[in-house]
């Protein structure tokens, strides 16, 4: 059957690449600490041998004649030379500072000692141990990583022939080495005749026979060497366990654990494999292929959730949007308020998916979607499509007054975020020189709409910069002193929250110096400030967070919309009329939340993308359909200040400190890539110990008020 065929192989490639992509994650997540484990294991071995032969220096005549029988040079040199080579190039190796340049010796050294002094098993692991390195360098855990990209194509003198010469040692000759080092080992394991100097003979001995013997097969042919070498590291470790623990079995275990971090290299049975698992698996090219065409329209929460469970699976993906990065929204009033760089909270989207070769991202401006053709307009060009993801988010809304925008901006953007901080800062700047008292007052009020959760951190971050971040920079006016008004049109601030942790929130602003007006309504705002409830309260800068629309989707399908401009989707989030579009987050009028409407949240967003996921793979294979798109809500949180926070989840609620550790963890790991991680912990470490930011940059041409 043609249908069955296809099919099947569609569920063969499927499982192909998520195959290669757990492998590729696993290995990503083990060798890197275990590259280091190593390094620290033998790096400390022989620096402790090193510093407690240094405590016999005055025996020189024995170091020389015993320790370091190097007969081509005196003794005394001897020494001196073994000496430094175990308590330098050890700390190098555990700094992974110039590897292959300190492995190299300490790998003669062991070889000296076996041939020239005592013959032991030790020696000839450490040593196999050690040439690994010499081939292959540091993993990614070193300063040697971190270095290598810039030394390749530096400027300093013979550094870029020595770092491309080690990358021709490791392509060349690297797998020559794998092969030699999987041979030695697995003709230990047979118990093959050969001398103690050259051939481990305790190798057999740690093993049952039949595992030695299958175990040695498996690693002289390369097949499925990672499993191979871990089974047997664990073997020795259980058999060591019962007879009792020798350091020949350490280092045998270690050499395992290398050999599988390492893989078989090219010439073994595992990289044949390995080429025709991904030659079943690669990517159609553009044009042609049977893979089916994915557009995302949309690189933020939702969008990149759906294509992080995509990218494995046998479909062409392209990923639009009208920025380059993917922006983590949450944490933009800090941007806003001078807590954080914008490059803290955004990261490129290419550089998510540079391993993957069938994910595409184009940068550019929805402009409409043919759905009868099924193509996304992008300017003048047709991208076309066979499935597509609409996650546009939303966008400020100003209640049908547009007009207010140019005196109230919004927070959505980065654009956004920095025009905001330098509207701040600058009232700060204009103030210090204002000489008359009334415009002084007005360019030292601040007034935020809506007290919403971003309404909400945005007063609470506003309120400590101006009472500790800009404390005695001013000399004509005390920052302290600025006024900053909360409105809210409801009875309470964060209505989302129960009753008892908007109130706790609400005295956390207000110990802060905010002023908070409920059962508020903004009339009108203009260039003088806010008129609220018929009062004119003048104002330098007005900033909004009362309210979102969605995004123009429901425009561009031609489709009814819900009152905040989303799209209705039925239980797969897929839009009405249309089973090949699909919309989330933001973007979609969902009921998934048992019969209620989905929250315009992050994780909302995210489960939504990872639902759209799971029906197309489903799709795909010709499997039954997951269960419907249930929202499972994991709690809220809302920060004030740099030690309150509340958090809602459900039964748990905690506020103050314990809630601010929370809301900050929580964060940190929702960041996108390690390096917005710690440049975010460091900057909050920063802030909290010194009240002082390093962002208070007042950049572009802030519009005066």
């Known amino acids: ?114 041939v020239d002094y005592q013959v032991l098993d030790t020696n000839l692991f450490q040593a196999a141990i050690l040439a690994g390195y010499v081939m292959f ?134 990289r044949l494999l390995a080429v025709r698992m991904a030659a079943c698996a690669r990517p159609a090219l553009a044009g042609g292929g049977d893979w089916p065409h994915i557009v995302i329209i949309g690189a933020g929460f939702g969008g990149m959730a759906c294509a992080a469970r995509l990218r494995h699976l046998p479909v062409r993906l392209t990923i639009v949007d009208r920025h380059n990065y993917h922006l983590f929204q949450p944490l933009l009033y800090q941007v806003a308020t001078a807590g954080l760089s914008p490059a803290d909270i955004a990261s490129p989207i290419r550089s998510q998916f540079r391993d993957d070769a069938n994910v595409r991202v184009v940068m550019g401006e929805v402009s409409g979607i043919d759905a009868d053709r099924k193509h996304v307009l992008i300017g003048d060009w047709a991208l076309s499509y066979d499935r597509l993801v ?151 800068t007005v900033l909004w967070a009362a309210g979102v629309v969605a995004s123009p989707a429901a425009r561009w399908l031609d489709v009814a919309a819900d009152p905040a401009g989303r799209v209705p989707v039925d239980m797969h989030l897929r839009v009405e009329g249309h089973p090949d579009i699909f919309a989330i987050g933001d973007t979609a009028a969902s009921s998934g939340w048992a019969g209620r409407p989905v929250p315009g949240l992050a994780p909302a967003a995210k489960q939504g993308g990872e639902h759209v996921a799971r029906f197309i793979r489903a799709d795909l294979e010709a499997r039954p359909l997951p269960a419907p798109f249930a929202y499972r809500h994991q709690g809220s949180l809302a920060t004030i200040g740099r030690k309150a926070a509340i958090a809602d989840f459900g039964r748990l609620r905690l506020w103050g400190a314990p809630a601010w550790w929370l809301w900050g963890a929580i964060h940190v790991l929702f960041l996108s890539g390690l390096r917005n991680r710690a440049s975010v912990m460091l900057s909050w470490m920063w802030a909290y110990l010194t009240f002082r930011s390093g962002t208070r940059l007042i950049t572009g041409a802030p519009q005066r008020t």
């Not at 994650?25 to 790096?43: E, N, Y």
């Open 390 to 540: 609409i996650a546009t988010g939303a966008s400020h809304s100003y209640f049908g007054r547009d007009d207010w925008a140019a005196f109230a901006p919004g927070l959505k953007r980065i654009e956004d975020a920095t025009a905001m901080r330098a509207r701040l800062l600058a009232a700060f700047e204009r103030a210090e020189t204002a000489t008359d008292v009334m415009e002084r007052n007005a360019l030292l009020t601040f007034v935020i709409v809506g007290a919403g959760p971003t309404g909400v951190e945005l007063a609470g971050a506003l309120a400590e910069l101006a009472r500790f971040g800009l404390q005695e920079e001013f000399r004509d006016i005390d920052p302290a002193s600025a006024r900053i008004i909360l409105v809210q049109s409801g009875a309470r601030i964060l209505p989302a929250f129960p009753e008892g942790l908007s109130a706790r929130a609400q005295a956390s602003l207000e110990k802060l110096g905010v002023t908070i007006w409920t059962n508020s309504r903004v009339q009108a705002i203009d260039a003088q400030g806010v008129t609220i409830d018929g009062e004119l309260v003048r104002a330098g």
């Open 137 to 270: 360098g540091a993993g990614p855990i070193a300063i040697d990583a971190l270095l290598a990209p810039g030394l390749r194509d530096s400027a300093l003198p013979l550094i870029p022939r020595i770092a491309r010469a080690a990358q021709a040692l490791t392509l060349h000759v690297g797998p020559a080495f794998q092969l030699a080092i999987r041979i030695w080992f697995g003709w230990a394991l047979l118990g093959l005749p050969g001398s103690p100097a050259i051939l481990p003979t305790g190798g057999a001995d740690a093993l049952p026979a039949m595992v030695a013997q299958v175990g040695a097969i498996a690693l002289i042919a390369g097949a499925a060497l990672p499993a191979t070498a871990i089974l047997l590291a664990t073997a020795t470790s259980g058999m060591a366990m019962m007879m009792g623990p020798s350091a020949a079995n350490l280092w045998m275990i270690v050499l395992l654990v290398q050999l599988a971090m390492l893989g078989a290299g090219r010439l073994s049975i595992d």
């Open 1 to 114: 059957m043609p249908g069955l065929s296809t099919i099947t192989i569609a569920r063969a490639r499927i499982t192909m690449r998520l195959w290669l992509a757990g492998w590729r994650t696993l290995r990503a997540a083990i060798a890197p600490p275990a590259d280091l484990a190593i390094r620290i294991t033998i790096g400390q071995a022989f620096l402790l041998s090193g510093l407690v032969k240094a405590m016999h220096w005055q025996d020189a005549l024995y170091l020389a004649r015993y320790e370091y029988p190097l007969s081509w040079i005196s003794p005394a040199h001897a020494a001196v030379l073994g000496l430094a080579i175990e308590l330098v190039c050890p700390v190098l190796l555990m700094l992974g500072l110039f590897t292959r340049a300190a492995a190299l010796p300490m790998a003669a050294l062991a070889i000296v000692i076996q």
